[in-house]
Each structure stands twice: as structure tokens, then as C-alpha cells.
């Protein structure tokens, strides 16, 4: 398929209109004329597409989109080289699991084998997410915790680095559908994408099952007479469950619409197409499962090792990853 020939309106018809959009924003981040935007979590266009208006090649969007044929592959473990528990020895205050990935970047920042690590930000009054560039080791630990509940288009941090022209090598921190969309991206032969591509070091997936609205779920907040700035933690299982700082738990039953739309059709529970997949499921209460899918994934975190920051020991099973693989295929497989 010729897939410069193809601008957003094919995306629109084939991915926005049908819902299907996983919100992984890399269209958004992409495009040369940043015509496509946010809003209400879904992606829209001032309609400034050069190709659309002059003929001009680009198809950025389309070559990069994850939900155009690819997805439906990707589900279950993946390729996998090496399985481990692990936990940083990094202090880390507001760890998750075993703080494994903040290890990772925190060791790769300081040896300077990367520039800037995209991941998400968290504001601490309201809770909303957003995209975020992160330069130094210490800033790493700032923010470390995962915020992988709410949805925000999370690679828009990565356009601005890219047009500010300063970093060589970045590393990627998302669900499995952004990982998706930065490997379509690398292994596409649009060279509009070249920009990108060159600066693309690591990939680090974390394992998700679904991704929340923000609106919706700040709206059960309301209902239930929570404010955002008192939660200490958050724990999905079949409900909702919240830690107040004053000690108390509050339980909200999770309505099925608060998931994001494009989520029911996701597959993939262990971002098969990262570097390195990250997750608590599979590993005692402290410690991080990963798993390297190949000899960048390796790299990254064997230097961890040797620089003390990451300790690890060879995961026996990966049976427990694989039963979310497959409980997550099944629910979403139509
Ligand atoms: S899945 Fe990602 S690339 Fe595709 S339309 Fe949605 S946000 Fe854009
Ligand atoms: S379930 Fe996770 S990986 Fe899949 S589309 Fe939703 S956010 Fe992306």
C-alpha cells in the first residue's frame, strides 16, 4: 500500500470516526503542519493537511497509525529474551512495584547513553496527566510512579524535542499502543518520518490492560466526594479502589464506559513491540517483572546492573504475565 498517498481524512474514516483510536497521539506528534490535535481525548484536524490541500507527499499519520492493519497481531508475550524480577536501589518516594524502570533511565540519563526520557506527568492537585521531557537523573526520581490511568495523548512531548532540534537519543516510556506506533514508525520507509526515527533509542513498554477518561473518572470523584489532591493511591481491580492520605479507603465500582473506547479492541496486555516491558504482574509486592525483547532492551538494563542502580534475578515463569495476556485477548478479541 502506497502509504504516503494516504492524509488524516483516511485516518479519520478508518480509525477516528470508527472509534477505533487507540489514543496512542502519535499522528498528532508527527504531522509536519501539526494539523491534528486533541480533543475530548480523541484526535481532530484544523484541516491544514498539505497533502490533502496541494498534493504535497506526506502520509505521516497513516504510515504510523497502529490501528491501519497491525494491531490485530499483536497480543500474548511476545518475543521475549530474558525475563526478571527486579527493584532499583535508587530511593525512589512514590516507587511503583519495584521501581525498576525509573533504575533503567535514572542510570542511562547519568552515563548520558540517552538525552531525555518522554513519559508522563501527573499533577499532584488534579490528577491530569500530560506529556512530558525529562533531562536529568534526579528528575526521573521527581517522577517516578506510574500514571498509566488516565488517558492523555502522551507523545507530544517527543514533536517538541524533535523541533527544538537539541537531543540525539531518547527513550520512550508508554502503554503497548504507543510502543506499536513508535515501532510501525521506525520500521516504515516514509521518509517523512525520518525526523523521528534517527532519535528513537529505547523503547520501554508498560503492561496495561485499559486506560481510563480522565472527565468520567473525575466525575465518580465528585459523586463520591473525593478531591483528586487527597488520594494517595489508586488500585484498579474489579473496582476502583482509593487510599486517602487521612488513612481512609473509598471504593468506586468501575463503570464499563469509563474505559477509553479504543481500548476495547487492544490485544496487547504486554507491549510486545518495546525494548524492555515492564509490569508488577509476575513478581512478589516490591519488584518490578521485566522483560527484554532484544539486545537494546539488554544493553539498557545490564548497564544498570553494573552500575549498581538495578538489581535482578532471572524470573522463573513469566505463567502469570501470560493468564493477563490471555484474559485481555479474549475480552477484546471481536
Ligand atoms: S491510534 Fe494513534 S496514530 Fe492512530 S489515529 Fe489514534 S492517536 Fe492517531
Ligand atoms: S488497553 Fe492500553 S495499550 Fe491498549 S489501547 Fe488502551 S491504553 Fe493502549
New binding site residues.
Given amino acids: 500500500m502506497n502509504m504516503e498517498a494516504h492524509n488524516y481524512t483516511s485516518?479519520k474514516e478508518q480509525?477516528?470516526n470508527t472509534l477505533?483510536?487507540?489514543?496512542?497521539?502519535?499522528?498528532?506528534t508527527v504531522c509536519p503542519m501539526k494539523t491534528?490535535y486533541?480533543s475530548d481525548e480523541?484526535?481532530v484536524s484544523y484541516n491544514l493537511c498539505k497533502n490533502e490541500k496541494d498534493n504535497v507527499p506526506c502520509g505521516a499519520?497513516y504510515s504510523?497509525?497502529?490501528?491501519?492493519d497491525t494491531y490485530k497481531d499483536k497480543y500474548g508475550l511476545g518475543p521475549v529474551l530474558n525475563a526478571y524480577t527486579a527493584r532499583s536501589t535508587i530511593p525512589i518516594e512514590k516507587q511503583q512495584s519495584g521501581g525498576a524502570v525509573t533504575a533503567i533511565l535514572y542510570n542511562a540519563l547519568e552515563r548520558k547513553l540517552i538525552d531525555r526520557v518522554v513519559t508522563v506527568g501527573q499533577d499532584h492537585t488534579t490528577m491530569q496527566t500530560y506529556s512530558i521531557a525529562l533531562s536529568t537523573p534526579q528528575e526521573m526520581i521527581t517522577h517516578a510512579g506510574s500514571k498509566y490511568i488516565w488517558y492523555t495523548?502522551s507523545l507530544l512531548a517527543l514533536r517538541d524535542l524533535i523541533e527544538a532540534g537539541i537531543t540525539r537519543k531518547i527513550a520512550i516510556i508508554g502503554t503497548p499502543?504507543v510502543m506499536q506506533?513508535l515501532r510501525k514508525m521506525m520500521e516504515s520507509d516514509n521518509a517523512v518520518l525520518n525526523r523521528f526515527k534517527d532519535h528513537v533509542a529505547l523503547l520501554i513498554g508498560v503492561f496495561c490492560t485499559e486506560i481510563f477518561s480522565y472527565d468520567r473518572a473525575m466525575q465518580l470523584f465528585k459523586d463520591a466526594s473525593v478531591h483528586p489532591a487527597d488520594v494517595k493511591r489508586i488500585d484498579i481491580k474489579k473496582d476502583m479502589l482509593l487510599e486517602l492520605y487521612n488513612g481512609d479507603t473509598v471504593t468506586i465500582p468501575l463503570p464499563r464506559d469509563l474505559m477509553r473506547r479504543?481500548c476495547a479492541h487492544c490485544l496487547d496486555f504486554t507491549a510486545v513491540d518495546s525494548d524492555i516491558s515492564a509490569g508488577s504482574i509476575g513478581s512478589y509486592e516490591g519488584f518490578t517483572t521485566l522483560i527484554t525483547r532484544n539486545r537494546t532492551g539488554e544493553y539498557y538494563l545490564n548497564s544498570a546492573i553494573e552500575n549498581g542502580y538495578l538489581e535482578t534475578s532471572t524470573l522463573e515463569t513469566l505463567d502469570k504475565v501470560e493468564t493477563f495476556a490471555q484474559r485481555k485477548y479474549k475480552r477484546n478479541k471481536k
Fill in positions: 485516518l480509525v477516528w477505533l483510536c487507540s489514543g496512542c497521539s502519535l499522528c498528532a491534528i486533541f480523541m484526535p499519520c504510523s497509525c497502529p490501528r491501519i495523548p499502543c506506533a479504543g
